[in-house]
């Protein structure tokens, strides 16, 4: 869900949500997940990134580099900013070896590029899943008028043309708070993919016997949805956003790829791709290394989600 | 089935003018100045004004919008004397870099989008829906498993990455294919074929990753159906079954998804156009971005939604008349 | 005109060319690749990232307009050709000769030559340069080089030929005659009639050659017409029939066509000229991209690699009237410490650009070398900071156009600032719009990354627009140091009024140093040109008049029938 169109107008796709079904405990799910190699694996590796991104201040210390700084030595300006030695400069002294023109350090722009890529798709993730559920459970629960104003404002959000609006949108706004507004225009179009999802599973859970048995004891409505459909949702809310974390990745490191992201010199996975176009090949592994990064972070995200997915159906079936 | 129709056509009509709208207030309120830009570097506040009052900017907001719009439907007339032009409905107005019509310019590279979007729909298509039926079937066999490994990493991918690299290794290093450009069929087939068969590639990857994925799963969940296992426990050979019962639930999903996407497409590939620099409307929307050309901008965000709009039109009509399910009205 | 394209600046050195003979290539001197030696016919292919501004010379105004403005048009006088002495010279091109000045420089008459014609056939007469001039003071299309503007004696509310009909100011006596009538003395008009604006249109046509029809289909005077053009993505030449070789001192014009492939990605050209297969081998192009310097030694390359220097200077200009910059131990603080090699480097290293510290570009007559702040010398800049109250440091905000080079370059600068204790915030603009928000000193931020190349070889297109307190404008301002020194403007004010052209050229570089004492901008590189040409390509010369790229009016192709 919510993986937007490789390279389009952000037209969603992927597979269908998790049935919805009785709630497994949060435990159990974990303890599934971490037997399946697959998911072990993914958890690992994201493990890893993250412990990278958390620790980037640390290793800055431990490798003497910090992301901006410059190392004229590791650069032939004679061949226009080649790293010197091969192998994009890769060394003792840049593990990743350096950025050509300038000689920053890979390692410490690919740390800190991270935690822009992560802290962007997660709070977009946390913004769009609190949106998307709140309004698809108003939705698919109250139904009426609700449910198609809200209905409307999705249709309309996924007919539009997503990835041509936020980039003329970028492009035009002044500077200001570049993550933050990538945020914001990344949840404004991505809410409704999740949204909807919830509203249909709001929509089946409506009738079913302990929501009625709920509504029959006077519970009010408010308490119906809280107490009783929402917590029916759970696992349905986990995979979507597990799911959704990878799209924003790719997404934002889209944009910052087409120049309206992330600003210099901030580092983002999606720039250093942008900027190795040029280098690609005299200086492969400066397009191969932030390559890398961001395919096994999306790759990670959504073995994990495809896993809990299966678990949670499994759970629903059993 | 009038009045659904009705019904349908009034909301598209109305997320068009939604969109319409939405634009329209992004270049008023944010953008940077237009006129500021085409006066150029010996500007002076005088021309500024000549400029914005040429271009019509120096309109309230619902005016420029009126022009615009009625622009649509009716046309709309320039200049004076021998400058005069007139630009058919529906007008899209005119570039601000290049005073060409909006409309001509959007019609010039549609072919290229649209060549671009079939062949890799094509490929797409037979790989992504071939692939996750036959996965599915055969489920946890080597094929399958291949399957699930082509459609994770191919989601996974970044297209300009997939792009960057494959043109390294085709065309830089190996010399197997020329670098792409659009190539008209008319002027040589055989470079045509060439000029766009990595950019198919590329762009059939990425789709036919996702769509092995939802096929797949589609259909495991249609083959766990209740009247599935009927058809089969009644001894229906599961070849038939698969024919019968299970393949048009399944791909059902699929179609929207495709109308969706391939209308998408058409309406221009917005990277692989660029990395690729083929000439069609993706290359004309980040062109025109690049220059802060707002008319164009807005000429290529209406056709893409409209295009949107219309594949979702049609599927769902479609639907109606194809599948019984959806004509009893039932979800 | 200051670097409309914002892939900047500049480069380099001057890897400075076998001087090929003059016009003319038949007497090639089998010169390899880029040299000498090119045959009469053939199709010389272009490849560009970004398309030209504008086919109407009223309306464009960069050095890649102006080098294709030679295929299609003739003016009185324009740059000499690439690959001779005059390369850097203005030389007679519609005109006999550089004019006669009268009345003390304010009246000035120039002769046409005999045989010089439009592509339908009809001759160019006087009354058909005086068309153009008219036509271009239009408000409405009058956003090219401003020079016609700014030293014809016009009525105040002149509107262009179409609003306010024809200007008394030039008189066409007979046929080959023609006479400006100048608003103050102007030493260098022969070199202001080199501009796109006083491109001859045919004067009785005045009423289908309207003012958007030029940009769409104009009317060739050069030996090029348009066969065919499509915005965006490509244009055709063909050659003009009427034209004659033995009327035009500067174009060879060998090829019978030029086909323009326009919109391709950068790294795509520069690996496409590198392969050089098929029709590639008779392509040049944009100039190329740092990444493909480490490539050019390759024996069969290094033969086909044109270089060059742009004639520009890239800067950062300090706003003189924002807090703290207006203390003038504060910019020279910002002067000691930048670090130019590491700018240097980012802007592709020493093939693509020289560090300097004056602000006047070496290829400029008067050009004097000097350096008032050596450094980097971080204690320097400490020591003045702490005198003007910054001991503990000083923060501003550079603006910066959104485009690799000019990023690279801001962050070196940002990172080499940040040793002497100063913090650089960095603004990125939208590269489409840089020049416009910059250009409105409502919106400059404290400093601004730009670079400036001269219209014409001389100080007087290069420091008054940058520096004089009467050029700041409200909108399009080119003085975003906002200096407005009564010293600095009464000295410009003297230079401009000397007819003698030669000490004015000399007056220009004191000039520079007076300036830069006052330190209101960080002079930073003059950038190098550095193409690559494919291999049946001849005659491909770096011109220093159009910002070192290849003169098209002279390039060729060594076997006509290959490719």
């Known amino acids: 869900m919510a993986i937007p169109a490789p390279d389009t107008v952000g037209v969603p796709s992927g597979a269908g949500a998790p049935a919805s079904g009785a709630p497994a405990s949060g435990r159990a799910v974990v303890r599934d997940l971490l037997r399946r190699p697959g998911a072990a694996i993914a958890v690992g590796v994201l493990g890893l990134i993250g412990a990278m991104a958390l620790a980037a201040p640390l290793l800055a210390g431990l490798t003497g580099w910090d992301q901006y700084s410059f190392d004229p030595s590791a650069i032939d300006s004679y061949s226009g900013g080649l790293p010197r030695g091969g192998w994009g400069g890769i060394s003792g002294d840049h593990w990743f070896g350096v950025e050509p023109g300038n000689g920053r350090d890979m390692f410490m722009r690919i740390a800190y ?12 993730t946390v913004l769009t899943t609190t949106v998307g559920v709140v309004l698809g459970t108003l939705a698919g629960y109250f139904g009426g008028w609700v449910d198609t104003g809200l ?28 993550p933050v507004l990538l945020v914001l225009v990344l949840s404004v179009f991505g809410w409704p993919y999740t949204a909807r999802v919830v509203r249909g599973q709001a929509l089946s859970l409506r009738n079913q016997e302990f929501v009625e048995a709920a509504r029959a004891s006077g519970a009010s409505r408010w308490a119906i949805v809280f107490r009783e459909v929402l917590p029916n949702l759970r696992g349905t809310i986990v995979v979507l956003a597990t799911l959704a974390v990878p799209s924003y990745v790719a997404t934002e490191a889209g944009l910052s790829f087409l120049g309206v992201g992330v600003t210099p010199p901030t580092p983002s996975w999606g720039q250093m791709i942008a900027s190795a176009a040029t280098w690609y090949a005299v200086d492969p592994l400066f397009l191969v290394i932030p390559g890398a990064f961001l395919f096994a972070t999306v790759v990670a995200f959504t073995v994990i989600g495809d896993h809990l997915k299966s678990i949670l159906d499994e759970g629903a079936v059993h | 089935m009038v009045g659904y129709l009705v019904r349908r056509l009034a909301a598209c009509v109305i997320v068009l003018a939604v969109v319409c709208v939405f634009t329209f207030m992004i270049f008023f309120w944010f953008s940077p100045d237009p006129a500021a830009q085409i006066c150029g570097k010996t500007c002076t506040p005088d021309r500024i004004a000549q400029i914005r009052a040429n271009l019509g ?15 649509l439907f009716a046309g709309r007339d320039w200049g004076t004397g021998a400058d005069a032009m007139h630009c058919a409905a529906p007008c899209l107005g005119y570039s601000f870099q290049t005073n060409e019509s909006v409309t001509d310019l959007l019609i010039d590279r549609l072919p290229v989008s649209v060549t671009l979007a079939t062949g890799a729909a094509v490929l797409w298509l037979l790989v992504g829906v071939l692939g996750g039926l036959v996965s599915a079937v055969r489920r946890d066999s080597l094929w399958d ?41 008319t002027e040589d087939p055989v470079l045509w074929f060439e000029s766009y068969l990595m950019p198919w590639v590329v762009l059939a990857i990425v789709y036919a990753a996702m769509y092995s994925r939802i096929v797949r799963s589609q259909v495991i969940d249609t083959l766990e159906q209740g009247f599935v296992r009927t058809a089969r426990a009644k001894g229906l050979q599961r070849h038939l079954v698969l024919r019968r019962h299970a393949l048009r639930p399944s791909l059902t999903p699929v179609v929207t998804l495709f109308g969706m996407d391939f209308a998408a497409l058409l309406g221009g590939a917005l990277i692989t156009e660029t990395v690729f620099g083929l000439d069609g409307v993706g290359k004309l929307a980040s062109d025109s971005m690049a220059t802060n050309d707002q008319p164009v901008i807005m000429g290529v965000t209406l056709l893409a939604a409209l295009l949107v709009v219309v594949a979702n039109l049609v599927v769902d009509i479609s639907y109606r008349f194809l599948d019984p399910r959806v004509r009893r009205g039932t979800p | 005109m200051s670097s409309r394209r914002f892939g900047l600046v500049v480069a380099v050195v001057g890897v400075s060319l076998v001087l090929a003979g003059c016009k003319g290539g038949d007497d090639g001197d089998g010169g390899a690749g880029a040299g000498a030696g090119a045959e009469q016919g053939g199709t010389v292919h272009v490849l560009l990232a970004e398309d030209f501004s504008h086919l109407d010379p009223a309306q464009g105004w960069d050095s890649g307009v102006s080098n294709l403005y030679r295929l299609l048009y003739r003016t009185l006088t324009a740059t000499g050709p690439g690959g001779t002495d005059t390369a850097d010279d203005i030389v007679p091109d519609l005109a006999t000769d550089l004019g006669t000045p009268s009345d003390g420089g304010k009246t000035w008459t120039f002769t046409l030559k005999d045989d010089v014609a439009f592509e339908d056939g009809t001759p160019i007469t006087s009354a058909d340069i005086k068309f153009g001039v008219e036509r271009s003071l239009d408000p409405r299309i009058a956003i090219g080089s401003p020079y016609a503007k700014t030293t014809l004696e016009l009525p105040e509310d002149y509107a262009g030929y179409y609003e306010s009909g024809p200007l008394d100011s030039i008189e066409t006596p007979d046929e080959k005659t023609i006479v400006f009538h100048l608003d103050h003395p102007e030493p260098e008009f022969a070199s202001v009639v080199s501009q796109a604006p006083f491109t001859p249109f045919p004067h009785e046509q005045a009423d289908t050659i309207t003012r958007s029809s030029v940009d769409t289909a104009p009317v060739a005077s050069g030996p090029y017409r348009v066969e065919s053009y499509d915005r965006g993505s490509s244009l055709v030449l063909t050659r003009n029939e009427h034209w004659s070789d033995a009327s035009d001192d500067i174009r060879t014009a060998q ?10 990605d950068p790294a795509t050209i520069d690996e496409r000229l590198l392969a050089g297969q098929g029709d590639d081998a008779n392509a040049i192009g944009d100039q190329i991209q740092p990444a493909t310097l480490g490539r050019l030694n390759a024996p069969d390359i290094k033969s086909r690699v044109v270089s060059g220097m742009t004639g520009c200077t890239g800067f950062v200009q300090l706003d003189t009237s924002k807090d703290g910059m207006d203390d003038v131990r504060v910019r020279q603080a910002i002067n000691y410490a930048v670090d130019r090699t590491s700018m240097q480097t980012a802007a592709g290293g020493p093939q693509m650009a020289e560090t300097t510290t004056t602000i006047l570009p070496p290829s400029l007559p008067g050009y004097q070398e000097f350096d008032l702040y050596p450094g980097p010398d971080v204690a320097k800049a ?55 928000v910059v250009g409105a000193p409502a919106k400059q931020d404290d400093a601004v990354l730009a670079s400036w190349c ?23 301002n080119s003085n975003r140091s906002m200096l407005d020194d009564p010293e600095i403007n009464s000295e410009i004010q003297r230079i401009k009024s000397m007819t003698d052209v030669d000490a004015a050229l000399a007056a220009w570089g004191d000039l520079d140093r007076l300036v830069m004492e006052k330190a209101p901008i960080v002079p930073t590189l003059n950038g190098n040109s550095v193409h690559v040409a494919g291999a049946n390509v001849a005659q491909a010369f770096s011109n220093p008049s159009l910002n070192g790229n290849i003169d098209y009016a002279v390039v060729g192709l060594h076997d006509p029938d290959r490719g």
């Not at chain 1, 590029?113 to 977009?124: D, E, F, P």
């Not at chain 2, 900017?57 to 009126?66: A, H, N, T, V």
């Not at chain 2, 190996?174 to 792409?180: A, T, V």
């Not at chain 3, 090829?255 to 391709?264: A, H, M, Q, R, Y």
Request: aromatic share 14%; glycine share 8%; proline share 7%.
């Open chain 2, 57 to 71: 900017l120096d309109q309230p907001f619902l005016e420029q919008l009126r022009v615009f719009v009625s622009g």
């Open chain 3, 255 to 264: 090829p019978d066509e030029f086909d323009f492939t326009i919109g391709l």
């Open chain 1, 151 to 178: 209905s409307r404002a999705m249709d309309f959000l996924m007919a539009f043309p997503a990835l041509i609006f936020m980039i003329a949108l970028l492009s035009a706004l002044p500077g200001g708070n570049r």
């Open chain 1, 113 to 124: 590029g991270a935690r822009v890529s992560l802290a962007i798709a997660i709070s977009a």
């Open chain 3, 382 to 436: 400490k020591e003045l900071l702490a005198e003007a109250g910054y001991a503990d440091g000083f923060e501003f905000t550079l603006d910066v156009a959104a485009a690799p080079s000019s990023s690279a370059q801001a962050e070196a600068f940002q990172e080499s600032l940040k040793k002497a204790g100063i913090t650089v915030h960095l603004n990125s603009i939208d590269a489409a719009t840089y020049y416009e």
């Open chain 2, 145 to 185: 498993k291949g399957v699930l490994a082509f459609g994770l990493v191919g989601i996974s991918l970044p297209i300009y990455f997939l792009a960057l690299v494959l043109q390294y290794l085709l065309v830089v290093k190996l010399g197997w294919l020329p670098f792409p450009r659009a190539v008209p069929f």
């Open chain 3, 454 to 476: 001269p219209d014409w070889l001389s100080g007087s297109t290069f420091i008054p627009p940058l520096f004089e307190g009467s050029q700041i404008f409200d909108q399009g």
